[in-house]
């Protein structure tokens, strides 16, 4: 009797799980991945962000329009004949793919003087779709510059940063 109970009992405890029909079941996602063309951005080298010529005298600002022209709301005596220009880069990447623009403010100087500039660009762009090869664009950049009281005459020159991300 002993090793009736003692057989029931170990029976009872001992049994191994067994999975039930239904209770598992697998299948297989999928992965994809696309590689695109390096996005990249040159300056036109003929080109230049040009604040015009300037009077010394009272501080004050030169607005350039992205467009390239002195804007209205310039506070700083420029004179008659002066040159003024927007800057102008060319982006190059996968075509008909959107992208975001940002630029950086600079300091222009000439010898130990200086002047700040800040900078306006658009916020973003789309490269060309062609039928073959990179798509291409373009854009210009326009700028605040901060003319200090009785700012030291100089040919002043300096230099800011463009970058352009893939959205």
Avoid: C, W
């Avoid at 005596?77 to 600079?106: C, H």
């Amino acid at each position: 009797m002993k090793k009736i109970v003692l057989a029931t009992f170990v029976a009872a405890f001992a049994v191994p799980a067994v999975a039930a029909p239904g209770d598992t079941d697998t299948t297989q996602g999928v992965a994809t991945a696309e590689i695109v063309a390096p996005i990249s951005i040159t300056h036109d080298a003929a080109d230049a962000l040009s604040f015009g010529t300037v009077a010394s005298g009272d501080a004050g600002t030169v607005v350039v329009t992205q467009a390239g022209a002195l804007d209205g709301s310039s506070t700083a005596t420029t004179l008659t004949g002066s040159t003024y220009s927007a800057d102008l880069f060319s982006v190059e990447g996968d075509p008909g793919r959107s992208f975001s623009i940002t630029t950086t403010g600079g300091t222009v100087a000439s010898g130990l003087n200086s002047m700040s500039f800040t900078t306006s660009a658009p916020t973003s762009g789309t490269l060309s779709s062609p039928a073959t090869g990179l798509g291409t664009a373009t854009f210009n950049v326009g700028g605040t510059l901060s003319v200090g009281a009785s700012q030291a005459a100089g040919d002043y020159s300096g230099s800011y940063d463009a970058t352009v991300t893939y959205n």
